[in-house]
C-alpha cells in the first residue's frame, strides 16, 4: 500500500504549495521561496522535500520513504511543465539546482549541488540550442566538480588543480578566459579524474544523479562541520534538512548574465543602501567562493541599468513583506533577473541598532516589532566590543589591507588551521586566524578566533558572512599578503609573521597590523540610547549588576543598571595594605587580635562601600558578606610563607601551621560564608558596620541609599537568625553612635540546594532572596566550576548535557531547585523580593526562565547589562503575546 504522506511541496508560476509560516516542515529556503512564488516574484520553479523526510531518511536506515520517488517525478514534471523543457532530454534540457535548507539558518554548512542533469549529449543539445558552447560546456564542468564534491567526496582542489594546470598551459589568469574547446578538454580532465578516484565512470543518467544528490543534501545534516556550527550556535530541537530543487537559470552565459549576493541594507553600518557584489557571467558559487573577485553591486547600475532598478524594487518589496532586513541571491540570465533566495541578513550590531530605528521611522514595523525581531542580545553584545586606541598608537606597521568584512578590533596570536586555533584557544590564547579563504570545515576554528583574516574572498565570501553573523572582526581579500600554510606563515615582502606571532586586525578598516595595539572601549550611539529607551518600555523585570568597585558599578549604570545585585567583598580585600590586615586578622591568636586588625580594615571597606552608594545614588545595592574560606587569603609557596613571618615578627612554623590547620579538603563545602560569621561574629560585625557607616556618610553627601546585607550559603532558617541576630544588633550601635537611622533590608543567597527546598522555613527571616546560581549548579550537578573543562566536551558532544550549566541554567534540575524557593518563600512570605545574581543573569535563555518564574531581577556583569534588559524585554513581549 502505497504512503500517501506529503512529502514534496511545489512552488512557481505565482503559486506554491506552502508560505513563510512553514519553515519547520519545509525550512528556511523553501519557505522563504514558497512565499516569493505566492507573491508574483520572478522565483524559478521547483519543489522542496521536507525536513520531516530527512528524519524518515535516518530513521529508516537511510532508505527513502515510499511514495517519495513518484513525488519528486511530480516535481519534475511541474518544473518541465512551466519552461516547456525536459529533464534529460538534450534538445531542450531541464537542469536542476540541488540545495539544503534547515529550519535555522546556517550559511554554507551543508551542500549544495548545481547544473544537475548534464552529460555528454545534454551538454551538446545546451550548446546548440543556445549557441553557446562555452556556457554549454563551463556548466558541465561545474556540475562534475560539484557532484564529484559533494557526492563523492573527491577534494574540490583536485579539479582546482587540473583547471589551474590547463589555464597555465595555455598562458590564461581567469576561468572566462579559457575557451570552449579548452573547457571540453576540462570536462575530459573532470572525468579522468572522477574516474580515477572512484573507479567507475561519470554517471549519464539524470535520475541517478539526482538521487544521489538528495541523499548527500540530507548526509551533509550529520556533517562534522554542520554539528558543529549547530553546537556552537546552540541550535537544537531540529529534525533534519529540508531539500530544494529548483529549475537552473544560468549567469553564465555571456556579458549581459551574471550572479550577486545582496543586502537590502549594508550589514555593517545599517546605512539604507543595497550593499553586496555580482560577477558578470558567473554562477552563484562563483561569488561566494572567493575564486573570482566580485565587483560592487552599485557597477550593475551602469552595466545594466534596467536590471538594476527592478532588483532595487524587489528588495523594497521584501523589506516591507518580510520586515527585515533581507539576504538576497540573484542571477540574471540575458538580463531577466530571477530571485533564487531571501533570508533574513545577518548584520552587525551596531547595523541591526539603525536598522531597527530606521524601520520604525519608515513605518516598515513598530517599536514593539523592532524590539522583539530586529536586534538580537548576541548583536548587542558587539557593540561593547573594544576598538582600537589610535591615540595610543604612536606607530603602526600595517602589513595589509584588505576588505573591511566585519567589524571591531581583534588582537591576537596567529595560527593557519582551525585545528591548530582551536586547540590554542583551550590553552587560554587570543587567537587570529589567517587562511587563504575559509570553508564550512573552519567554522570551530573561526569560533575560537578573536578575528579572521583571508588573503581571498570578497565581502559576501564564507569568511566574511559567518563574522559578521558572530560579531568577530574579520579582514578579506587582503592579497597584499601571501599566506604559507606549509611554513604556517604569513608575508608582506617586507615582513614575514610565524604561527603564535602577535597581530592585530581592524574589521572597521580592513588593516592587517604587525604586534599587539592597544584598545579602547565602544562609543555607543544616539540610535543605541533610542532603541534601549524602547526596549525599557516592554520590559518590567529590573536588571542589576555584579560589581565591586566604584568604576564598574558607575559603567554598570551607564548601560541602564537599576542596582547592584552582588558586590563581592572579598574581592576588596587583595589590594595593597587590605591583604595585609586581613592576614594579620588571620594569623591571631585571639578575638582581641583579630578586633584591632578588622578595625584596621573597617576604613578601607567603608570608602569601597561610599563609592557603590554614591555611584547608585537611588538604586539599591546589595552586599554580600564575606563568602571565601580563610586560607585562600594565605601564602601557599614557602618563600611566601617565610616573607609573612618575617612581616609579622612571628616564627615560620607558626605561619605553616596555620596555613596547614586552614586548609580544606573541598573548600566549596567548607568553613565559609555563613560559617565564617557564626565561628567569627566579629567579622560579620566589622562589614556592618562598613556598610551601615557608608551609607550615612553618602546620605549624608546628598545621595538616596537603599542598603540590601546579604548572608551567603545559608542552608537553613536558623543559620540566618544567627547572622541576621548580629546584623541588626550591629546597626543599632551605628545608628546610635551616629545619632541617625536609615533603612536597610538584609537577605540571603539561595545557593545550596537544602536552602531551596527549606526555603519556606529562610523565607520569614528574610526580606529578599537571591539565587547564586553559580554555587547551586556546582553543588545540584556535583560539578566543579575549575575542573569541567576536562569533561564537558565529551558531555556536549554525546549530548549528555546540551549546554554548559555554569553558562546557560540548567532549568530541570538546577531551575527545579529555584522555581521551589520561589515558591515556597513567596507562600510564606507574599512579597518577597527575588533575584538571581549568577553568571546566568546575563544569559539570555536564563533570564527567560527567571522571567517565567516571578523573578523581580536579574544581576550580571556590566558590560552585560543591556544584553539582560533586551532579553528581559523580548520575553515580556513573548508572553504578552501568548496571553
Known sequence: MTDKKKYVYQFGAGKADGDRTMRELLGGKGANLAEMSRTGLPVPPGMTITTETCDQYYKNNQKWPEGLKEQIREGIRFQEEQLGAGFGDPENP???????????????????????????????????????????FDSYRRFIDMFSDVVMGIPHESFESAMQKLKDQRGVKEDNELTAKDLRDLVDRFKAIYRRETGFMFPNDPMEQLEFSINAVFGSWNSERAKKYRKINKITGLIGTAVNIQAMVFGNMGETSGSGVLFTRDPNTGENKLYGEYLTNAQGEDVVAGTRTPEPIKNLKKALPKVYDQLEEMTRKLEKAYQNMQDIEFTIQEEKLFILQTRNGKRTGPAAIKIAVDFVKEGIVNKQEA?????????????????????????????????????????????????????????????????????????????????????????TSHAAVVARGW???????????????????????????????????????????????????????????????????????????????????????????????LCRTEHMFFEGERIVEVRRMIMSDNEKERRESLARLLPYQKEDFLGLFKALDGDPVTIRLLDPPLHEFLP????????????????????????????????????????????????TEMQTRAILEAAIEAKEQG????????????????????????????????????????????????????????????????DFFSFGTNDLTQMTFGFSRDDIGKFLPDYLERKIVLHDPFQTLDQKGVGKLVAEAADLGRATKPGLKLGICGEHGGDPESIAFCYKQGLDYVSCSPFRVPIARLAAAQEAIAQQENK
Open 94 to 136: 531541464l537542469l536542476l539546482s540541488v540545495r539544503s535548507g534547515a529550519a535555522a539558518s546556517m550559511p554554507g554548512m551543508m551542500d549544495t549541488v548545481l547544473n544537475l542533469g548534464m552529460n555528454d549529449m545534454v551538454a551538446e543539445g545546451l550548446a546548440e540550442r543556445t549557441g553557446n558552447e562555452w556556457f554549454a
Open 371 to 459: 524590539v522583539k525581531n530586529l536586534v538580537t542580545t548576541a548583536q548587542l553584545d558587539q557593540l561593547l566590543h573594544p576598538q582600537f586606541d589610535d591615540k595610543a598608537i604612536k606607530d603602526k606597521k600595517v602589513i595589509g589591507v584588505g576588505l573591511p568584512a566585519s567589524p571591531g578590533a581583534a588582537v591576537g596570536k596567529v595560527y593557519f588551521t582551525s585545528h591548530d586555533a582551536e586547540d590554542a584557544k583551550i590553552t587560554g590564547e587570543n587567537v587570529i586566524l589567517a587562511r587563504v579563504e575559509t570553508s564550512p570545515d573552519d567554522v570551530g576554528g573561526m569560533h575560537a578566533s578573536e578575528g579572521i583574516i583571508t588573503s581571498r574572498g570578497g565581502m
Open 471 to 565: 560579531g568577530k572582526p574579520c579582514v578579506v581579500g587582503c592579497d597584499d599578503i601571501v599566506i604559507n600554510y606549509k611554513n604556517k606563515s604569513l608575508t608582506d615582502g617586507n615582513h614575514t609573521v610565524y604561527e603564535g606571532d602577535w597581530l592585530s586586525i581592524n574589521g572597521t578598516t580592513g588593516e592587517v597590523v604587525l604586534g599587539q595595539l592597544p584598545l579602547k572601549p565602544p562609543k555607543l550611539s544616539n540610535d543605541f540610547k533610542k532603541f534601549m529607551k524602547w526596549v525599557d518600555e516592554f520590559r518590567d523585570m529590573k536588571v542589576r549588576t555584579n560589581a565591586d568597585r566604584a568604576e564598574d558599578a558607575t559603567k554598570a549604570k551607564e548601560f541602564g543598571a537599576e542596582g547592584i545585585g
Open 636 to 683: 601557599h609557596t614557602e618563600d611566601e610563607k617565610k616573607d609573612l613571618a618575617k612581616q609579622f615578627g612571628i616564627s615560620y612554623r607558626k605561619v605553616k601551621d596555620r596555613v596547614a590547620a586552614l586548609d580544606e579538603a573541598n573548600p566549596m563545602l567548607g568553613h565559609r560564608g555563613c560559617r565564617l560569621g557564626i565561628t567569627f561574629p566579629e567579622i
Open 703 to 766: 545621595a538616596v541609599v537603599l542598603p540590601e546585607i546579604m548572608v551567603p550559603l545559608i542552608g537553613s532558617g536558623d543559620e540566618l537568625i544567627d547572622q541576621k541576630n548580629v546584623i541588626k544588633e550591629t546597626a543599632e550601635k551605628v545608628f546610635k553612635d551616629k545619632g541617625t537611622r536609615i533603612d536597610y533590608l538584609i537577605g540571603t543567597m539561595i545557593e545550596v540546594p537544602r536552602a531551596a527546598l527549606v526555603a519556606d522555613e529562610i523565607a520569614p527571616h528574610a
